[in-house]
């Protein structure tokens, strides 16, 4: 089956995961955030190409030397990876065996997609946005309790230390103690690393 894709960027370093990454950028997402940066990914007409995962893995092997040099790898975004598990796994299990996979996700996916790929991922970094649910729901257009249920299960059966935590200051959603509340409850969770910045409007 073909995958819808934003983009593929190649020769990241040290903009997420370690290493060489290359950006495998999926269209689709769940969500509606105000200040979406990826519209394209919304947008029925915002498909850059549509692959198999062997096409896929065929386009990002050219950079298989760096990833090995650097112990990088791919980094799955979009949009949002999970909703693309299946060809995520399937991707995986083709893959050379010393790449490294790092996910940016918003967790706003049923669970089955999270545990399934899980098994292979390396690094997690989750745009969490606020834990407060109507702040949550006014800056999305959605709940959070399925992010939270799946914080939950990644504190449960992932070691935390291979997950980030995004949280954003939203001018005119959030304040520095909302964000202060979100840390709270998260570290309260078991989480200790934390992205904290202010998203920049243009
Ligand atoms: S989760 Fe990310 S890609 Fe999806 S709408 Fe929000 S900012 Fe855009």
Redesign the pocket.
């Given at each position: 089956m073909k995958t819808p894709l934003i983009a593929i960027c190649r020769h990241r370093l040290a903009t997420d995961g370690q290493g060489v990454t290359t950006l495998v950028a999926f269209h689709g997402?769940?969500?509606?955030?105000k200040?979406?940066?990826?519209?394209r990914?919304?947008m029925p007409d915002g498909i850059w190409k549509e692959m198999d995962v062997e096409e896929l893995l065929n386009e990002v092997m050219v950079d298989d030397l760096y990833f090995k040099a650097t112990g990088g790898g791919i980094t799955f975004?979009?949009?949002?990876p999970l909703l693309r598990s299946t060809e995520i796994v399937h991707f995986c299990q083709l893959m050379p065996a010393e790449w490294n996979i790092t996910i940016e996700t918003?967790l706003?996916v049923d669970s089955r997609h999270l545990e399934s790929v899980a098994p292979y991922v390396h690094q997690y970094i989750i745009?969490v946005?606020d834990m407060n649910p109507e702040i949550y729901r006014s800056y999305?257009g959605k709940g959070n309790q399925q992010v939270i249920d799946n914080l939950r299960w990644l504190a449960a059966h992932e070691d935390v230390q291979k997950i980030t935590i995004r949280l954003p200051l939203i001018p005119e959603y959030n304040t520095e103690s909302d964000r202060t509340e979100s840390r709270k409850q998260l570290e309260a969770m078991g989480f200790c690393k934390f992205d904290c910045f202010d998203y920049v409007l243009r």
């Open positions: 997402c769940p969500l509606c955030c200040y979406c940066l990826n519209k990914c919304l975004g979009g949009g949002e918003s706003h745009d946005k999305t």
